[in-house]
């Protein structure tokens, strides 16, 4: 089975903080997102990546950054955290190919 | 442009009773459509998925959905709730088949009740 690993389950940072939140993916899959999950918003797309290296921007890529350097790592940054950052941070991979994403289990940061 | 609407931000059936999720979706091409459930503490997980094929899409754990275009609809539906089932459901619509613009909706959690 595909295994997405996230490095944290909770987080707590504070404001104005750098963070960093780490993705894993063990199956070569050259797709990887990033997406933030809000209670009454269903999950939106921060950033992804299509190939090391690559990035693109997707719906709310605002106060966030995204690093690729290697196929199974697809990092995100926030560089100066807020605390409307606060949130479900979920990441995921995709084949080229075929439609079905595979999710990590989110890593829940709080912004204070 | 494309979105999903998912009416009803919280379902409750008892067990063994029908369960009717909704999805309705808005795309400007033949849309690529599908099902994802969370479980508590968990990521997402594919149900099923519509791409063009047959209307009637089985999925996993006993689920399956149609994809009705004259309605814009891709309703959830499973026979007979199981405690299991208890969960978040997303629908999600792509547009381009890639799955790299995949717009979700905001989700129906789903209760079961004894």
């Known amino acids: 089975d595909v295994k997405v690993t996230q490095s944290s389950r909770y987080l707590v940072k504070r404001t104005g903080e750098k963070v960093f939140l780490e993705c894993v993916q063990d199956?070569?899959?050259?797709?990887m997102f990033w997406y933030r999950q809000d209670p009454g918003l269903g999950l939106r797309l921060i950033y992804f990546s299509y190939d090391v290296k690559m990035k693109e921007k997707g719906d709310i890529p605002e106060g966030y950054s995204v690093s690729r350097e290697k196929k199974e790592r697809f990092s995100l940054i926030l560089e100066s955290a807020s605390t409307n950052q606060t949130s479900m941070y979920l990441c995921?991979?995709?084949?080229?190919?075929?439609?079905?994403?595979?999710f990590g289990s989110g890593t829940q940061l709080s912004v204070l | 442009a494309q979105s999903v609407t998912q009416l009803g931000s919280h379902v409750s059936v008892s067990e063994g009773a029908l369960v009717l999720l909704r999805c309705n979706y808005s795309?400007?091409?033949?849309?690529?459509l599908f099902w994802y459930v969370q479980y508590p503490n968990q990521g997402l997980q594919l149900l099923l998925k519509?791409?063009?094929?047959?209307?009637l899409v089985k999925g996993i754990n006993g689920f399956e959905a149609e994809f009705k275009k004259s309605e814009t609809s891709f309703h959830l539906t499973k026979p007979s709730a199981h405690m299991s089932d208890a969960a978040e459901y997303f629908c999600?619509?792509?547009?381009?088949?890639?799955?790299?613009?995949?717009?979700f909706g905001t989700g129906t959690q789903l209760k079961v009740e004894l």
């Open positions: 199956m070569d899959h050259e797709n």
């Open positions: 999600a619509v792509s547009s381009t088949g890639g799955g790299n613009k995949l717009t």
């Open positions: 995921a991979s995709r084949r080229d190919g075929n439609e079905k994403l595979f």
């Open positions: 795309s400007s091409v033949p849309p690529y």
């Open positions: 519509y791409t063009s094929a047959a209307t």
